[in-house]
């Protein structure tokens, strides 16, 4: 591997556990404090780790690499926490802490470099092996977030959705499915799980209205404003996901009676983030 020296020992690390949002955390910038506490010795044998995020099937997508510093027993007290981190039952159990440093390696391809990690994804740690490379299966281009999973399937965050919009060659089959269709949208806020329903009409669709959200983080709406006001970083726990796609040949005020319905079904007006 470019610029890295085999002779050491070095690990392979794939996150990716059903009981842990490993995405999530690494879009929170919290996966470097995940890795850093471990139920076992996972780390103590080895000098270095090259960090991955489990992807599509059996591969994994390179997010950083690491030199071990130190390996010490976890102590919450001293530890520093983030303050919102989501499994703070984990502190429950003994766990082993390392310190790591991360270093410069493959800066360009993080988030880019995808591998294939091979049939044992059970195996979320392997030794680096001269003899035995993982394969590279491709490169993403710079800016991609990732496949357009379908209308019924879409759900992405903030981030990623200010990257679909302001990378559009990369993300291009996202621009071109999200303004082919108007429809009626939904805000979780992943904090309280307070929803927004909304509505897209119009030449551009749904991404002419999500581009305003991309760009504002409000979109012009009042409670969301209220919210940000208060709270300026909240916009980063929210996600955005389609109740329901409709022809771009209705009207605005055709598109909005569909997202009154919604707004009944689901109490947003009562209970959440809508105000009329």
């Known amino acids: 591997m470019r610029d890295l020296d085999i002779s050491k020992s070095i690990k392979l690390v794939r996150h990716q556990d059903p009981n842990y ?27 270095y780790l090259i960090s991955f995020l489990g992807y599509e099937q059996s591969k994994a997508i390179y997010i950083g690499a690491y030199k071990v510093i130190a390996k010490s027993t976890f102590n919450k007290s001293l530890a520093n926490v983030p303050p919102d981190y989501p499994y ?36 979320w740690f392997q030794w680096l092996k001269k003899d035995n490379p993982k ?9 991609y977030v990732k496949e357009f999973p379908g209308f019924e399937d879409m759900i992405i965050t903030f981030d ?35 929803q927004y329903v909304g509505s897209a009409s119009g030449k551009l669709g749904i991404m002419g209205r999500w581009r305003s959200y ?15 006001q208060v709270e300026p970083e909240r916009y980063k726990n929210f ?24 707004k009944q079904k689901l109490g947003s007006r009562a209970f959440g983030l809508n105000g009329n």
Not at 161 to 170: A, E, Y
Not at 173 to 188: E, K, P, R
Not at 241 to 256: F, G, H, N, W, Y
Request: net charge negative.
């Open 214 to 228: 991309a760009e504002t983080k409000h979109g012009g709406n009042i409670k969301l404003m209220t919210l940000l």
């Open 88 to 123: 703070m039952e984990v502190f429950e159990q003994p766990l082993f802490h390392y310190e790591f440093e991360k270093i410069d390696l493959l800066n360009d391809l993080v988030d880019r470099l995808v591998i294939d990690w091979g049939s044992s994804t059970r195996a």
């Open 160 to 194: 990623e959705l200010q990257t679909i919009v302001n990378s559009p060659d990369p993300n291009r089959i996202w621009h071109t499915m999200l303004s082919s269709v108007a429809g009626v949208y939904l805000i979780t806020d992943m904090t309280d799980g307070n």
């Open 239 to 262: 996600q955005y996901s389609i109740l329901r796609t409709l022809p771009k040949s209705l009207t605005q005020t055709e598109v909005v009676s569909f997202e009154q319905k919604y």
């Open 21 to 47: 949002d490993t995405k999530y955390l690494y879009k929170r910038g919290m996966l470097d404090f995940y890795q850093s506490i471990q139920s076992k010795d996972v780390f103590g044998n080895c000098e």
């Open 135 to 143: 394969r590279v299966v491709e490169i993403l281009p710079a800016g």
